[in-house]
């Protein structure tokens, strides 16, 4: 297996120094592992991603600063060095550390942060979002458009988070699984009533936290089981416990918890130890049901991806959310 001429500039690797082989699989990109010697005679590892047409293109764009962002707790994921377009054949690469997968204990291995999992995305989720050129304090949003599976999402920035999560993750997917799986005048007015009604009532600024609303931070935004681990970075040092394959944007800490209760997988020690650092957002007593709210997105989102039985859990969910909080109209 060649390594593509792009690919050897970005990373100023010697050709002659350095190999590359298939590694593992994905179902969105061809995958691969590129270990090289560097000039101070040490071994280092990559892991790249290509793939070919615009779509892959958007979706390598959007990791490459997804783990950047992520990378503000820098053992949580694997460094971000460089994505592009290939130069000796079509497509588009990313290049990232690469995970040497293990199951070894934190504690026994020297000079790593020794932070659990809980830990590290609690201090990621306490940490405010950066400030975007042209606004005075964190907003909702991203830099570029990511991907959650295939789904491109829409990141403009949104200085309202119930704003932004209405129309750029409940509306938006909305039209995607419609593009999918047809017309379907039932899921519309459930998902535009939810979008009006519920969100508003259950996560709008003058709601939250007593009316000072929420401050944006940074979450992966594809948090379940499958992407997450423990393993030396860069296939070297200490054991950490990482995530990986974000789909990152600046938004309410809880949106990130939608998914992780959606595949369980994330016990109530982890949350627990989570919330003793990340507190729920006030009022407390609506915490469930807010991210019953966020984990609709992700229930819309397999629907539109995979169809079948992913309608019955979002319908479920705002008709829930609606008998609850909006009892006065109808659904």
């Given at each position: ?12 690797l010697d050709p002659a120094k350095t190999n590359v082989k298939s590694h593992g699989g ?306």
């Amino acid at each position: 297996m060649k390594l593509d001429s792009a690919v050897v500039r970005a990373l100023s690797l010697d050709p002659a120094k350095t190999n590359v082989k298939s590694h593992g699989g994905s179902g969105f990109s061809t995958t691969a592992k590129i270990s090289t010697t560097l000039e101070d005679g040490t071994g280092k590892h990559f892991f790249m991603k290509t793939g070919k047409g615009k779509d892959a293109e958007v979706m390598f764009r959007g990791e490459y600063a997804s783990l950047n962002a992520i990378h503000a707790v820098p053992s949580l994921c694997p460094a971000s060095f460089a994505h592009g377009v290939l130069e000796d054949s079509q497509g588009s690469f990313l290049v990232t550390d690469f995970l040497d997968m293990t199951s070894g204990p934190l504690d026994s291995y020297e000079n790593g942060s020794r932070m659990s999992l809980a830990a590290k995305l609690a201090k990621l989720h306490t940490t405010p979002a950066p400030i975007p050129e042209g606004f005075s304090k964190p907003v909702s949003g991203f830099s570029v458009p990511t991907c959650c599976g295939d789904t491109e999402q829409p990141n403009d920035y949104t200085e309202s988070w119930a704003d932004f999560y209405s129309k750029h993750r409940l509306l938006a997917i909305l039209k995607k699984s419609e593009r999918t799986n047809g017309k379907d005048s039932s899921l519309r007015a459930l998902v535009e009533k939810t979008a009006t009604e519920t969100v508003p009532r259950l996560i709008g600024d003058e709601h939250l936290n007593n009316g000072k609303g929420i401050t944006p931070v940074t979450v992966h935004g594809d948090l379940w089981t499958g992407n997450k681990g423990r393993a030396h970075i860069g296939g070297r040092g200490a054991v950490e416990d990482v995530v990986f394959d974000p789909s990152a944007c600046y938004a309410h800490s809880e949106y990130e918890l939608g998914i992780m209760q959606m595949f369980g997988g994330f016990g109530s020690s982890f949350m627990k130890e989570y919330h003793q650092i990340c507190p729920k957002t006030e009022p407390v007593e609506e915490y469930e049901d807010r991210v019953k709210l966020y984990e609709l997105y992700h229930h819309l989102n397999h629907y539109a991806i995979f169809g079948g039985g992913y309608k019955g859990g979002a319908v479920s969910i705002m008709r829930e959310l609606h008998r609850k909080y909006n009892a006065k109209s109808e659904m």
